[in-house]
């Protein structure tokens, strides 16, 4: 499966962005998919992830009670709604896809499959 994240842009903090994951090839129905960001100088950090089904869902403290994930198996997309947005925020958002039918984790290595990012950039 490829991935292909897009939605990103350049917003005022306390505003809102929907980011799309969209998979093209195999089907998406079975992979767990996660976001992780990367700010400049940082590493990789956990955002969210959701398993195939949906019905497991996970966010980072960080976000928790802002960022909600969810997917569209149908339309072969995950998304990343992002509110009340923060200057710490600011870094490319990626999208990963994990073994089929594994569960959602909150770790790098769980994710074989990455999509290219998206710059999310917010101002004051």
């Known amino acids: 499966v490829q991935l292909q994240a897009s939605g990103g842009g350049l917003v005022q903090a306390g505003g809102s962005l929907r980011l799309f994951c969209v998979a093209s090839?195999?089907?998406?129905?079975?992979?767990?998919v996660a976001w992780f960001r990367q700010a400049p100088g940082k590493e990789r950090e956990f955002v969210g992830a959701?398993?195939?089904?949906?019905?497991?869902?996970k966010v980072a403290d960080s976000v928790k009670g802002r960022f909600t994930i969810s997917r569209d198996n149908a339309k072969n997309t995950a998304y990343l709604q992002m509110k009340s947005l923060k200057l710490e925020d600011t870094a490319v958002y990626y999208c990963?896809?994990?073994?089929?039918?594994?569960?959602?984790?909150?770790?790098?290595?769980?994710?074989?499959?990455w999509g290219q990012g998206t710059q999310v950039t917010v101002s004051s």
């Open positions: 990963a896809a994990g073994p089929p039918f594994e569960r959602p984790s909150e770790l790098v290595a769980t994710y074989d499959k």
């Open positions: 090839g195999r089907t998406f129905s079975v992979y767990p």
């Open positions: 959701i398993g195939w089904s949906g019905e497991i869902t």
